[in-house]
């Protein structure tokens, strides 16, 4: 079964740190899928704020997180994580962890976040001023 969980989420004060934890079933692994982390918060569009390009190794982040955020993978669990500091209220929303099938060649995260085809249901992210 091909299936994602996010956890991690959680209510801070801006200014502090969450990670995100997303496991991923045993048919996605890091040889057969590209690994992204995408947020949707109220009345924006789906934004993709970073990625591992699994051809390389390269971490790819979103300018409106470059700096604060890290993302990672441990591939012996399959898991990809989302280490998230100095956070603001702009961060707020639902994080959603997505595959995307390597064999349909790698797309930048500023591409439609629906060339990512596999997608969990989200963890929330709530930040106060």
């Known amino acids: 079964q091909v299936r994602l969980v996010e956890s991690g989420g959680g209510s801070v004060q801006a200014g502090g740190s969450l990670t995100l934890s997303c496991a991923a079933s045993?048919?996605?692994?890091?040889?057969?899928?590209?690994m992204a982390w995408f947020r949707q918060a109220p009345r924006k569009q789906r934004e993709g704020v970073a990625a591992?390009?699994?051809?390389?190794?390269?971490?790819h982040y979103s300018d409106s997180v470059k700096g604060r955020f890290t993302v990672s993978l441990d591939s012996t669990e399959n898991t990809l994580y989302l280490r998230m500091a100095n956070l603001t209220p702009e961060d707020a929303g639902t994080y959603l962890c997505?595959?995307?099938?390597?064999?349909?060649?790698?797309?930048?995260?500023?591409?439609?976040?629906?060339?990512?085809?596999?997608w969990g249901r989200g963890t929330q992210v709530t930040v106060s001023s």
């Open positions: 591992i390009n699994t051809d390389d190794g390269t971490l």
């Open positions: 045993k048919v996605i692994t890091p040889t057969r899928y590209y």
């Open positions: 997505a595959a995307r099938d390597r064999s349909l060649g790698w797309k930048n995260l500023d591409a439609d976040p629906y060339e990512y085809h596999v």
